[in-house]
Structures are given as C-alpha cells and as structure tokens.
C-alpha cells in the first residue's frame, strides 16, 4: 500500500540554526499539506500546495519558515533561524479526493 | 470558523466491550466532511472513517462507526470490539467541502487519549 515518506524521523538542532524537513507524498496525490502538532495538541496547517503552487499559508510564520514543491511532487520545509518554540511534530500529509493520508511525521526538538 | 471540541481527554475500555469518543463541532458551513483519526505513539495519524454532512446514513467501517447527529452537530465516534491495539490518541476533524484546488485543510479537536485494559 502507497504511503507518504517523511524524513528525518527525528531532528534534535540547537536554537538558530537551520533545519529541513523532506516530504515525498503518495503517487500522483497533486494537493500537499504540511501541518505541525504541538504536545497535548490537534495538528494545524502550516501550508498548502496544490501541484506547485501554494493554496494556503496563512498559519505559517514567513519570516522564518519556508516551503517548497518545486515540481509538484515531493516537499521541503524549512525553519531558519530554529526556536525553542518551534519544538513539535511535523506532519506531511497528500490528498485523495475527500482523505487525507499522513506520513510518519517528524519529530523536532530544539535545544 | 470552524472548530471541533472534544471533551474528554481520556477514556478506558476494556477489552472487548465498546466505547463512544464524543466530538462536537461547529460550523457555518452547510457542506462539509468531518473524519476521525487515530494516532499511536509512533505518531503517524491514521485515517479511520469520513461522514460527509450530506450522507444519510452514518459512516462504518469495520469495528469503527460514526454516530452523526446533524441537528446537534456531533459526530462520536464507536469503536466495538476493543482491542488492546486501540489504544492511542484519537482526532476528530473537519474540513469545508470546496472544490479541489481550494483551501481545504483539516481542523482538528484536542483529542481523547483511549486506554483499553484486560
């Protein structure tokens, strides 16, 4: 059965540094998602690609975070410069008419 | 806004009984998906069922089934069977219904940790 990869599993950084998360969504899914899940907390949507082209990225924090899907298929995203605060799970998730399908998620601490 | 409350942050079943997660929500939305998911330790979330607002008939799949309430907007979700696999942390969402291409991102409750003993 098709899944959505997520990579790293798990990333422990230093606050102020850079760090990328890689997504690569379940074949020929066109709508991405990317969302982050504080401890104790439902997922929320960071940002949303459909293809290339982002939809919504109205939660995610522009002068520090950065996404991209350059060709439509597989994802990045960044954090630069890292905060205490940015300490979660980050999930990627790809779309199949009405479901979505998450992948493993990563789990980032930040020190 | 759309938003999911789920009021209880843990439950226990025993084995083999069943057991209902409570999930309201609100929205002005008159068309809209609502879905339950399931999240182990490991942390991947697992899509369980989806009611669509229009659907007639509640939602089953398996052991799991989705008692929808329209008028009330609830939507619990009943697990039958219990296993000892089915503990982890369950999510109710909700998503609008637009058109593919559109915003269409998944609002989730705080969820319900369920624990199953022997």
């Known amino acids: 059965e098709a899944e959505v990869a997520q990579s790293p599993r798990y990333k422990i950084t230093e606050k102020s540094q850079a760090v990328a998360f890689w997504c690569d969504p379940i074949s020929g899914h066109a709508t991405l998602y990317w969302y982050r899940q504080i401890l104790g907390q439902g997922p929320e949507l960071l940002v949303q690609?459909?293809?290339?082209?982002?939809?919504?990225d109205s939660q995610l924090p522009k002068d520090r975070f950065s996404a991209e899907r350059l060709k439509g298929v597989d994802s990045t995203l960044k954090i630069q410069p890292a905060e205490l605060g940015d300490s979660a799970m980050y999930l990627c998730?790809?779309?199949?008419?009405?479901?979505?399908?998450f992948g493993p998620g990563t789990r980032l601490l930040v020190l | 806004a759309q938003k999911i409350t789920q009021t209880q942050p843990g439950m226990f079943v025993q084995e083999k009984e069943a057991v209902t997660l409570d999930c309201t929500y609100d929205t002005s939305d008159q068309s809209y998906g609502l879905f339950w998911y399931k999240q182990p330790s490991s942390g991947e979330m697992i899509f369980l069922i989806y009611?669509?607002?229009?659907?007639?008939q509640n939602a089953t799949e398996g052991r799991y089934s989705l008692n929808f309430q329209k008028a009330r907007k609830s939507a619990n979700l009943v697990i039958s069977a219990s296993q000892l696999g089915d503990s982890a942390m369950y999510f109710c969402?909700?998503?609008?219904?637009?058109?593919?291409?559109?915003?269409?991102?998944?609002?989730f409750g705080t969820g319900t940790r369920l624990q199953v003993t022997l």
């Open positions: 998730a790809s779309r199949a008419e009405r479901t979505q399908y």
């Open positions: 690609f459909q293809d290339e082209s982002v939809v919504d």
């Open positions: 009611q669509g607002s229009y659907d007639e």
């Open positions: 969402a909700m998503r609008e219904e637009g058109y593919t291409g559109t915003a269409s991102k998944l609002t």
